[in-house]
């Protein structure tokens, strides 16, 4: 693998589990060997890094993030060893592997947790977070609304509280213990010495706790990402840091640091305004946070996607915007979860093809690297009837054959139901039948991932926005260096016009970069594009 | 000598007999022009008539106040009296044809005169009849204006506008006609600049507190009694 | 169709930019900077407030002002192009200004409103006076809300008035067409009011806008049309009324906006009117009466005084318009001293009618019958306010009422006039 230390600029991940993806022993489990045998698939696709959700061993209570070994793979996917073979299949395609660790909490049934538990005078006590009484850290929010009712969860065992941000059975570690975070770097060198590209860091805002505060963003966690990253550096340089944080902008600013914490953070609060600007069919709610979002260090990279395996979080919204998003996108209560929407791209999108093209599109040009979650680049369906997030995570559908072609196993084996109905089921929607058609989306996808990869600019460059007087079209130009890609999305379900200020461009000509046709050159007066329901332009401006 | 007379007698007889004989066709055309005449005239009077129904010429002649004056004066309805009008203006001028006919030189001539000046009578009328319109109109909107801006002696005002456009248009149509021309036109001019010389002068001098006042109540601030009355009427 | 000739291209340009929207409140201005500010500012506020979901334009249709009228009114816009710290919108709030081809005039300014209502296809539209003294974001709310649930295609202003203030509307306007065209709609003449989609298409169909009632009396008009082709008419109130600096005298301009253009109706509406006999009340939300009484001086002797020089001066003009016996009455009270004169209702109501038939036959200019008609309206208001100088809200209330059921009960008195030759 080339040793390009900006390499993350022009990734384009692909978000996947592995117990979704094909099973290879028919124990309706998707595992390593299945993912390995899938690469082809991916590698066909276009995509170059690999973000694998938590494979450790786990208890499961919370799909994979309430690990209990953080030094293995859980049985159900594999061994440590075809994980290896996995990574450097990968790796010989060119593909870079991203895998997740929860630093903030372990499952309860973690050992070093039945260790702490066991007496207050066990070496490990002070691994984790423990209390006489639950009132300490009073007024910190509570992050799984619907399940808890208290960041103390009272242990019968030992007989005091113990600090929980997320499901009870899930403890949090204490970061303050310096014997902690000596394990946790440990744990960062083992898969780093296997090969793995980076870590997605999961929870980093609530890794420290301090009384009077609102135990997120504090000074002090930032001080353990920070020696976290300077290790990093020095002994694995090119491996990246992804962090998980959801925060307004101007608070995930600090995660960056001075270049000298994070590489990627997700942007959050981008995500639901980008379909509710759709619904709207207003491109305010996108120009507003994009114009609050900060500059960040020259190294540093956001991290967009479109969907992923948790609920459409609403958290950084208004009341009122997440009124209006609650009734438009959900107004079955059983797809609110949490304050969010758990329903994949297709379904949110009401299967419209040019809607899901539109936002991909946005979601390839906008700035930053793009998250493609598994199964949305065939517009796979959810099914809400399945408790917590799961309805996101149903098996991969390769065919409309036998269990959608995920596995041999007896179909009431698999450790999720399929999608059946007729429209979001396997039968129509598969990889089989979407590749022998010109016209998929899966065809489609893999024609833009390929636009894509082609433009630096689009990874690396500067963004500025036109505000044309159209308010239903999001137009903005992406430059780097002598190359200047101007991109125009009609937000609305209507034709529209619009005319651009193209003035600074004067003299160019515009190559639509899809067909690679040629459109009249830029000139003084207004440039009127019209544009039909959903439809973007991507268009190269090129001066000969 | 009796033989003389008898004989020139008949001879001028003949010659009589025959003037006559060659009179007598000219004659009948002339009676049959004539009759005809009156045919035609009557059917140009009913058409007129009816024009002057589908045109609801009585009702501009009621704005124009002509109706009144007629009704006053104990004439007939002015439709009436223009398709009478008509028809006597056609008649004569057929009778005035027939008279060509009978080709009589000295004639001759004042026939075309007439049918040459007719025009002209038309335009003065025509001139009479939209100025008595117009002064009507003018001196009523003079009279309504005055009355809801509460000035003094409405009425006056009205009829001296009534007044100086009738003058006006009377001394038009008399020019068109050509009568007394310049007696006229001088007149009205001596007339005229007389009445505006003395409304300048009464109004300037004798006026003046009126006209101060006037000016006041219109550019300057508005006293207070006047504002007690104003109530917004919508 | 709306006619294109009304829009100038840039106008169209701006409408091109808005696209669609479902509430379009429109504010016709010239030279208005003084009170315009507020109006927008509380138009916004009531926008966000009360339809925070739906696409609205905020539409100006300005006579050519020079006092920064039309910049004030883009002020209160909100997009992504100009960072507001205080509002918190969903969408974009358009707010376009333009000129409208031809001189400042109240009937081109709507018309600007109802073609853009039409084109923008809006659901539900409000006009507001750009001269509002306390404009409240609640009456976007009240003139909107039952057009866009649906229950109402037009919907009228109310006001909190002083009892001596709006007496053509009382005296004239209100009783008259309540009786004419059967419905109770106290302010027939608005310069606030409501109105669907659907009806501003109805409203541009009309064959009046290039008459000049079109251009000047075109609010009343509106409300004339829509009450003449049966749509659903509500009222509601919105506050009070803005005193507007005009002095008695303006009365012969008003007139003619209004009561010329309620007689001009009559003509082209003939077939409906005719046939109506009694009048229904109107879906009203909020007081409908709402009188202040504080003590205000007026000037009735002047208002006796024009009187009766009017009636002695014009009589010429009268014989034309009135009938004999109501022109001897007339002259007869006339003749009473201030103390005794009384001008009835009855009597009144008879004036206006044989007016009203008079203007149908038109004997004499159409606009000198509205002027003559101004000393003999002053004479009524002699009277009305001679017999509520001390009277309560409920009693120039009573009064208001007994005067309409007078109007109703003489309805077929103007038709008869209406038909009869003179």
Known sequence: ???????????????????????????????????????????????????????????????????????????????????????????????????????????????WFMESRSSPDNPRRDWYVWSDTDTRYRGVRIIFLDTEMSNWAWDPISKAYYWHRFFSHQPDLNYDNPAVREEMWDVMKFWLNFGVDGFRLDAVPYLVEREGTSCENLPETHAVIKELRGKLDKEFPGKLLLAEANQWPADLRPYFGNGDEFHMAFHFPLMPRMFMALKLEDRKPITEILQQTPEIPPSCQWCLFLRNHDELTLEMVTDMERDYMYDVFAGNKAMRLNLGIRRRLAPLLDNDRRRIELMNGMLMSMPGTPIIYYGDEIGMGDNIFLGDRNGVRTPMQWNGGWNAGFSTADPEGLYSPLILNPVYGYQSINVLSQRRFEHSLLSWMQRMIRVRRSIPAFGRGTIEFLYPANHRVLAYVRQLGGETILVVNNLSSSAQAVELDLRRFKGNILIELFGRNIFPRAGDLPYLLTMGPYQFYWFRLRRI | MRDLIVNELSLAYHEFARELARLLPRLIGMVIVVIMGWLIAYVLKAIVRSIMRLARFERLSDNAGTSQLLNRAALPSSTELLSRFVFWVAFLGFILLGVNVLGIVGLQEYVARFFLFLPRLFVALFVIFFGVLAASFFSRAALLAAVNADLPSARLLSNSIRFVIIIFVVSMAFEELGIAEQTILVAFGILFGALMLGLSLAFGL???????DFLERRLAHRKKEEREDELSPL | MADESVLTDEFLRQLINVGEVDILVGLPTHNNAKTVGPVVQAIQAGLLRNFPRERAVILNADGGSRDGTSELIAAAAISDVRHMANVRALRTLPCISAQYAGTPETGLALRTILAAAELLRARACAVISPESVNPEPAWVERLLRPIYSDQADFVTPMYRRHKFEGLLMRNLLYPMTRAIYGKRVREPYASEFGFSGGLATQFLKQDVWNHEVGRTGAEMLLTLVSLASGCRVHQTFLGTKAHVERSARDLVPAMRQTVGTLFWSLDTYYPGWSTVVQSQPISTVGCEHDTTLEPVRVNRKRMYDMFRSGVGELSPVFSSILSEPTLAELQKIASQPEDDFRYPAELWVKTAYEFAASYHKSPISRDHIIQALAPLYRGRMFTFLLETKDASAEEVESEVESLCQEFERLKPYLLNNWNSGK
């Open chain 2, 206 to 212: 004798g006026g003046k507190e009126l006209a101060h």
């Open chain 1, 1 to 111: 693998m080339e040793q390009d230390g900006l390499w993350y600029k022009d990734a384009i991940i692909y978000q996947v589990h592995v117990r979704t993806f094909f099973d290879s022993n028919a124990d309706g489990i998707g595992d390593f060997q299945g993912l390995a045998q899938k690469m082809d698939y991916l590698q066909e696709l276009g995509i170059n890094t690999i973000w694998l959700m938590p494979f450790f061993p786990s208890p499961l209570r919370d799909d994979g993030y309430d690990i209990s070994d953080y030094r293995s793979v859980h049985p159900s996917y594999g061994t440590l060893d075809d994980f290896k073979r996995f990574l450097s299949d990968a790796h010989q395609r060119g593909i870079r592997v991203i895998i997740e660790l929860v630093l903030n909490h372990t499952s309860d049934q973690h050992p």
